[in-house]
DNA sequence: ATAATTCTAGAACAACTGATACAGAATTGT
DNA sequence: ACAATTCTGTATCAGTTGTTCTAGAATTAT
């Protein structure tokens, strides 16, 4: 019982998404906040308890929509190896995409808000491990379709593939250049591929 | 002529860089930078022209104070592959060592204030542009001494180099463990070894 | 209809924001 | 000594911050 809530859950929340991502936590105002989400102030803090919760709840939201979602379309359909190379490709795509240059939300909550407060820091925490577990998990896969070589280190590789997807993004906020963005990926791919024989390196032994 | 300052300026930007680099471009208020200086908000504005003039002149001493100084000192009396080795190895000391998690001023501001102001934009992307031109210039001194195999690609490997920095300064804002930040590393860095033969990969054709 | 409950709009709260005004203190050249 | 100039502490400016309050509108169960 009660009066009912006039305004779209779901709109609400998305405009907090784009508002917090667009200024940052401490930047977006809750008068802003709340603008976005097509409601008033007496609402937000009714439906969500205040700003911190709000933006708890907006990253679970961002979670779902932004990696969740490309981490389930691209393992479905998709050898292992290339759903980590279409995982880069898309990260890299996005952020010459972006023209306001807005970034990851996680990415930039990782250095915004996490330090200053442990529990979303946790949080944030919880999502790039959600990441690394998806290049584990296909780097595992491919070594076993023998898609990738059998000798690397499928934890230490996912680390590192998930220190270059961060590094990307942090380099795209300056210089947005596809050229630069690649060449930070290529030589992490580099040690996905089967090394050729036919073709040695100069310079060995 | 005119009265002469009473304050430190070397003291004053090193305060208004700690309180800029603990708390964040916005976030830093005028009287808490003031504070930190050790001079009061009228001094400041005389001297600095404002918030924002501050922070242009905090980010260049920070520049100086941290990679400058760290490029130089590594950069005499260490070989080319080496002084790569120690800059990356050095970041993660100094990451691990950062207890309140503070980061990299550099990074913190290419996330924070670069995407809302080109022109800080430019100024953070010239730093990072001079810490790549470190990389590339090891290496390539690198492969002349017969350090490095000449057949990787200076360019990119110095885009990876860097990205993979930025990487482990985002990583080690929520999770601080030396084994998290090594793996990002170590294979970036093994992309500087020259290949053993007696030991050949599995898993090669 | 009445009671109970939940939502909404808008005003209000004290605290803080970056920036400026002002008066006075300190300095140098004349 | 005097004018000219520059620095400094305090007060102040209008505007914004996150949050709370108040009054009333809308809903359901009885």
Redesign the pocket.
């Known amino acids: ?7 779209d859950e779901d709109k609400a929340i998305d405009g907090a998404v784009a508002c917090f991502w667009a200024r940052g936590y ?1 930047a ?5 906040l709340a603008d976005h989400m097509g ?5 937000l ?3 969500y308890g ?3 919760a709000l933006f708890v709840a907006a990253l679970a939201r961002y979670a779902d929509r932004s990696f969740r979602e490309r981490i389930a379309r691209l393992e479905t359909g998709r050898r292992p190896k290339q759903a980590i190379e279409a995982f880069l490709a898309e990260i890299i795509d996005r952020s010459l995409k972006d023209r306001d240059r807005k970034g990851c939300l996680l990415v930039n909550s990782a250095l915004d808000v996490a330090p200053h407060d442990s529990g979303i820091g946790e949080v944030v925490a919880d999502y790039l491990g959600e990441i690394r577990a998806f290049f584990r998990r296909n780097i595992v896969a491919a070594q076993a379709a023998a898609q990738v070589p059998a000798d690397i280190d499928a934890e230490e590789t996912s680390g590192h593939l998930l220190g270059v997807l961060l590094g990307i993004r942090v380099l795209a906020r300056t210089q947005p250049h596809r050229e630069t963005l690649e060449a930070v990926v290529r030589p992490a791919l580099r040690l996905l591929d089967t090394r050729p024989v036919g073709k040695p390196r100069r310079g060995r032994k």
Chains 1, 2 share one sequence.
């Open positions: 019982m009660g009066r009912l809530k006039e305004f401490e977006a105002s809750v008068r802003e409601i008033g102030g007496a609402s803090y009714n439906a205040g700003k911190r």
